[in-house]
């Protein structure tokens, strides 16, 4: 299997992890833990992971001129990433948050032609407008219920602002993750990270009530720390060394699929013939762009 195969494959367990974490989350808060508070949890809890895998490291040391580049990654890769994204999760449902994260891919595109001066391709283009007509009418017609949800218009404009400072974390991390291993630059990462979202999330974190958390709760908490946050930073990592930016964005018109599948396996929702058709859009909008890289890149 060659390192390109692996990428992807690398992208596809991670889509997979932030596909069921919709649900997984939204079951956590804001009942049991507040979206903030939650998110020291998890940016803090990674840092512990990732900190400690690093005393096994002996690579390269971070260069004193790029803590600057690191920390202004984390502002906007974990930071204002997941602080406004389990906040407009907490007032929108699981399915309309998934099918927002597919404006990131569009925001990389444009992100990665100004920044990193990648030349716009008219397949990878076709690839990126085919997936958002996939993703739009899934959004249409793939929330079946809006129980739970408080404010959907809220929450969905949350999401959009926390794909949009992904989709620039992305661009940005491109350079960096060539010079480093990836445990010394994500536990960094994650240092500067937590230091960003502590203020907001520290008053929330004083408000949980651990003794009436059931075991259940516990075990989604830690399925976020450990899978959707510690395996797919460092799956994304990966593929980020070996592949373009916008490649590893286009993936994320997966999440909607992954949350709909996860959503009717588990009995919340259903499947018909234009769910079916929405999902084949979006899985050929993914083969146009990464055909196109194969092709391109590497």
Do not use: H
């Not at 395996?231 to 373009?244: H, S, V």
Request: glycine share 8%; charged share 10%; aromatic share 14%.
């Amino acid at each position: 299997m060659n390192q390109r195969t692996l990428a992807l494959v690398a992208l596809s367990v991670a889509t997979l992890i932030y596909g069921v974490t919709f649900t997984v989350a939204k079951q956590v808060m804001p009942m049991y833990i507040k979206p903030f508070g939650f998110i020291v949890i998890r940016v803090g809890g990674a840092a512990i992971v990732f900190w400690f895998l690093g005393l096994f490291v002996k690579e390269k040391n971070i260069e004193k001129a790029d803590y600057k580049k690191i920390a202004i990654a984390a502002f906007f890769g974990v930071g204002l990433n997941m602080l406004t994204f389990f906040k407009g999760l907490s007032y929108t449902t699981p399915i309309s948050a998934s099918v927002m994260m597919v404006t990131a891919p569009i925001l990389v595109l444009i992100f990665s032609s100004i920044l990193l001066k990648e030349r716009l391709i008219l397949q990878k283009i076709i690839g990126v407008i085919i997936g958002l007509i996939g993703a739009i009418i899934l959004i249409a017609y793939g929330n079946s219920s809006n129980a739970g949800a408080k404010n959907i218009m809220l929450g969905n404009f949350l999401v959009f602002i926390n794909a949009a400072s992904y989709g620039m974390y992305l661009v940005q991390v491109k350079k960096l993750i060539a010079k480093y291993n990836p445990i010394v630059f994500v536990k960094w990462l994650y240092l500067f990270g937590l230091l960003f979202v502590l203020p907001f999330g520290s008053l929330e974190l004083t408000q949980v009530e651990w003794g009436l958390m059931p075991t259940s709760i516990y075990l989604k908490a830690g399925f976020v720390v450990l899978f959707t946050t510690c395996i797919t930073y460092l799956c994304n990592l990966y593929a980020l060394a070996r592949l373009k930016p916008t490649t590893v964005s286009v993936f994320i018109y997966l999440q909607p699929v992954i949350a709909s599948i996860y959503a009717l396996i588990v009995g919340s929702d259903s499947f018909n013939t234009v769910k079916i058709a929405a999902t084949l859009l979006i899985f050929l909008g993914v083969f146009l762009v990464t055909k196109q890289v194969a092709v391109k890149n590497k």
